[in-house]
């Protein structure tokens, strides 16, 4: 019997529990949640009071909010927890419940059994609820009579505190949470960007209504992956698999793709996002954006187009330029070899080939320019002899020197000196420099090169007493087209592109170069600083061949009459056997009935270009292992690529010096 009381018991206090939760669950407001429970409780365990406190951070004060009466005062208010004894206090502190069944005859309650009185409390169970080990909240019940509290009451009441607790502190959470995304939100609609989250898998939870605005879809039809359904087709992969690796790495995202918007056009935007972690690193949210770029992507498309036209125009430029110069070359080339006792036409020759050398150089400047500037030329990485580069630097520059009667001296370190880069470049940026010293320093100044090292570093230092610069030159001496103070008949020339083309391939080094002067007339001083290498011993200088060593039979095909004619006299005078074609077709006719060591091929042929020819005429029986050089005036690295893949096993730019032709014909052997 007492078995089946026992169970019928704990089905009543289950079904109150679940009534309860049921009671409690729509209810947001703390004050409401604690005087519906204190009624619900106080009225099934049939008692004159029931209430629940809030206790303060000192532990000592309580806040009785939730108060249910039955035929006793309201006690709602601040209480100091010792009003209702020592041993209350004692046993809250300690998570345990305070049972008073008589509080007249409780020697518990002696100290205070007049505040006891005036609440009238007679008999009274106090639960304290302990959180991280603090008093944080306690319900009580009391009774105007004695009373004989069972032990399954005193079970009840506690949990019936801690539903109290739990279900305000949800409600204080989800509340928190709501303003927290109100104010998100509020914060995000009054970004410029489109501001988005996801969650620690990827999917996307929000977007801010910069989104919304921008796209014209309603407001939450962007969430998951629905988001990529904006994203421009030709653009979906790349945007979903950066964010797929992100996502899996933990890494920041980064990239650009379009997003339709609303007028129909896709613009394109920069999406970023970063990851949120929590205290054990743990990825919890991503943060997002998405800028429109699309005007500044336009833009780049422009400048990009802008160069690369800029580029085309530079190598037609570059190619009509050198046709002309081609023939001029050769000619000048083939006077000089054939030993004229004239001395008027030695002389003239001597001004020809300096003064073709001098454009072919302005050609070469303006191309490399662009393509030093923009990262596209190619440097060798090897290990350079400092002091050979020094030499040959001034070699170059001695002539214009000794006609200025400049007083040339070079202070140069004791020690090797080794940097790693490309020995060509290296010569060209200082004979540069020593030709600008040259170019700006009256006739009998004085010009010093110096070299300084230290264990990681060498310095080199051009300086000279010349016209010097003022302040607003010295500020943008390295930009591309700057040049100095000019007079009327540019004597200096040049087209203001050098130094620029320094400072670009001195940062390819991985060095700097700075200038300085005190101002006009008082000279300047220009300083390269490079990466030292340690290195014992020096490499052995190559030198050039200047004579040919066997002779073979050539074919020119060129359509230009002039520069055929006298490519072909400056190698038969070099002692080749030379057939000229100025059609690909008589070419390939002559080819039928004629063989040939070397092909000589101009690529801007009529019909049929220089690339086509060389497939078929290398396609002919015995031809296979013959030699094809281009002969052309474009001379870009994808000039050079091109000619390679075509078949050609050369390539020489126009106008073509007899050194070069020496050199490569030797090679054949």
């Not at 009671?23 to 049939?46: C, N, W």
């Not at 927890?81 to 002696?110: C, N, Q």
């Not at 002309?324 to 006792?341: Q, Y």
Request: proline share 4%.
């Amino acid at each position: 019997m007492d078995h089946l009381d026992a169970l019928k018991g704990e089905v009543a206090q289950y079904r109150f529990l679940v009534e309860l939760d049921n009671l409690l669950r729509p209810i947001l407001d703390p004050v409401e949640i604690t005087l519906s429970a204190a009624q619900f409780l106080g009225q099934y365990l049939k008692v004159s009071r029931c209430a629940y406190a809030d206790v303060e951070a000192d532990q000592a004060t309580l806040n009785l909010t939730g108060n249910y009466t039955n035929g006793v005062p309201s006690i709602v208010g601040r209480y100091n927890a010792d009003t209702f004894g020592p041993e209350f206090v004692r046993l809250s502190l300690a998570g345990v419940p305070y049972v008073v069944e008589d509080a007249e005859i409780d020697e518990r309650t002696a100290d205070v059994r007049d505040s006891y009185r005036k609440a009238q409390i007679r008999a009274v169970v106090s639960v304290p609820i302990i959180k991280a080990g603090r008093f944080v909240a306690g319900m009580a019940v009391h009774q105007v009579v004695p009373r004989r509290w069972k032990a399954d009451e005193i079970s009840l009441i506690g949990m019936v505190a801690h539903r109290c607790w739990e279900s305000i502190e949800r409600n204080r959470i989800a509340r928190e949470l709501h303003e927290s995304e109100a104010k998100f939100q509020t914060i995000t609609n009054a970004m410029p960007q489109m501001v988005w989250t996801a969650d620690a898998s990827g999917l996307v939870d929000y977007h801010n209504d910069q989104l919304f605005d921008f796209a014209g879809v309603p407001r939450g039809t962007t969430s998951g992956d629905a988001w990529t359904n904006l994203v421009h087709p030709d653009d979906q992969q790349q945007a979903f698999k950066a964010w797929s690796q992100s996502v899996a790495t933990g890494t920041p995202y980064e990239t650009t793709y379009r997003v339709r918007h609303h007028s129909g056009e896709y613009r394109w935007t920069l999406a970023r996002a970063l990851p949120v972690r929590n205290g054990v690193g743990a990825i919890v949210k991503w943060m997002g954006t998405n800028t429109d770029i699309h005007s500044q992507k336009l833009a780049e498309q422009v400048l990009q187009e802008t160069n690369a036209r800029k580029d085309e125009f530079l190598a037609m430029l570059a190619h009509e330029l050198r046709n002309p110069l081609a023939p001029i070359s050769a000619a000048s080339e083939l006077l000089s070899i054939s030993r004229s006792d004239d001395h008027q036409v030695q002389k003239a020759t001597s001004i020809i080939r300096r003064q073709v050398g001098h454009m072919t150089g302005l050609i070469d400047e303006l191309l490399d320019v662009s393509r030093v500037t923009r990262g596209l030329a190619q440097l060798e990485n090897t290990l350079v002899d400092i002091k050979q580069v020094i030499a040959e630097a001034a070699e170059q520059v001695r002539p214009l020197m000794e006609k200025h009667g400049h007083q040339f001296s070079m202070n140069l370190s004791p020690e090797s000196v080794f940097a790693t880069g490309d020995h060509k470049r290296l010569v060209q940026v200082l004979s540069n420099l020593l030709d600008n010293a040259a170019k700006y320093t009256s006739p009998g100044g004085h010009i010093t090169l110096t070299v300084s090292v230290s264990p990681g570093e060498i310095a080199l230092s051009v300086s000279d007493d010349g016209i010097g610069m003022r302040p607003e030159l010295l500020a943008t001496v390295f930009d591309l087209f700057q040049q100095g103070e000019r007079t009327a008949d540019r004597a200096q020339g040049g087209l203001g592109i050098g130094l620029a083309l320094v400072k670009s391939l001195i940062e390819r080094h991985h060095g700097t170069v700075t200038a300085n002067s005190a101002g006009p007339n008082l000279g300047s001083d220009f300083v390269i600083r490079l990466p030292r290498v340690i290195k014992a011993s020096e490499e052995a200088p190559v030198t050039k061949p200047n004579s040919l060593t066997s002779t073979r039979r050539v074919l020119i095909v060129d359509d230009n009459i002039d520069a055929a004619h006298t490519l072909a006299m400056l190698l038969e005078v070099l002692g080749n056997q030379v057939a000229m074609d100025f059609h690909p077709e008589a070419a390939l006719a002559r080819s039928e009935s004629e063989a040939f060591d070397v092909y000589l091929l101009d690529i801007g042929l009529p019909e049929i270009d220089g690339y086509e020819l060389a497939h078929r005429l290398r396609s002919r029986q015995g031809n296979e292992k013959k030699v094809f050089v281009a002969i052309t005036g474009y001379g870009q690295e994808q000039d050079r690529q091109q000619s390679a893949a075509a078949g050609f096993d050369y390539h020489l730019v126009k106008p073509v010096k007899a050194d070069s032709l020496i050199e490569l014909l030797n090679k054949l052997n």
